[in-house]
């Protein structure tokens, strides 16, 4: 503060004791909360082992069934039974591919990463879907196997509903680390 002479600022002290807590404060009031992390879910590596073995070893079978798929159409055709060889081809094919997505898919989990689960959906997503093709399908052939084109629908519907339940079982498996650990996993 200037006085009105023009003189030098007086100096203002702070005497006491700094930062003390008000008598009746609880002990501890004003500390901060200590957050602590517990360990990450074990759930992703589980599943991501899971569907690593899973998806690699169905496709390798689905693998060699692709080298056959030839030769059983050839069998259908010899035994007068009329059946769709370029689906047949396409989706064996289909089946190889998403099959080792879902165990690429199954690292991505191991290493709690959520876009594992994501490509793991997205896989069984399109084998749904061939599989609803595919029970369209055959259910002609079904029919013709059977002599009765009411047998042949019914097994086509027994088919789809297949497809669909699987595909429901297979996608809640695989959301599991994220359903039940999704705070241990990344983006």
Do not use: H, R
Request: proline share 5%; net charge negative.
């Amino acid at each position: 503060m200037e006085e009105d002479g023009g003189g030098e600022p007086q100096e203002t002290t702070f005497s006491g004791t700094p930062n003390a807590a008000p008598a009746d404060a609880p002990a501890g009031a004003f500390d901060q909360p200590a957050v602590t992390m517990g360990p990450k879910s074990s759930l992703p590596k589980v599943m991501g082992i899971l569907m690593m073995l899973w998806g690699a070893i169905l496709g390798i079978f689905a693998l060699l069934g692709l080298l056959v798929v030839g030769s059983t159409a050839t069998d259908y055709e010899n035994a007068g039974i009329e059946v769709n060889t370029p689906f047949m081809y396409v989706d064996a094919l289909v089946d190889v591919g998403y099959l080792f997505v879902v165990a690429y898919a199954g690292y991505q989990v191991f290493n709690y990463q959520k876009s594992g689960v994501k490509l793991g959906l997205y896989a069984i997503g399109v084998d749904l879907v061939m599989g609803l093709i595919g029970a369209v399908i055959f259910a002609d052939m079904m029919a013709e196997i059977a002599g009765d084109g009411a047998a042949g629908a019914a097994l086509g519907g027994i088919g789809a509903f297949a497809s669909v339940f699987c595909a429901a079982i297979c996608g809640l498996l695989v959301a599991l680390p994220v359903l039940a650990s999704g705070d241990s996993m990344e983006d």
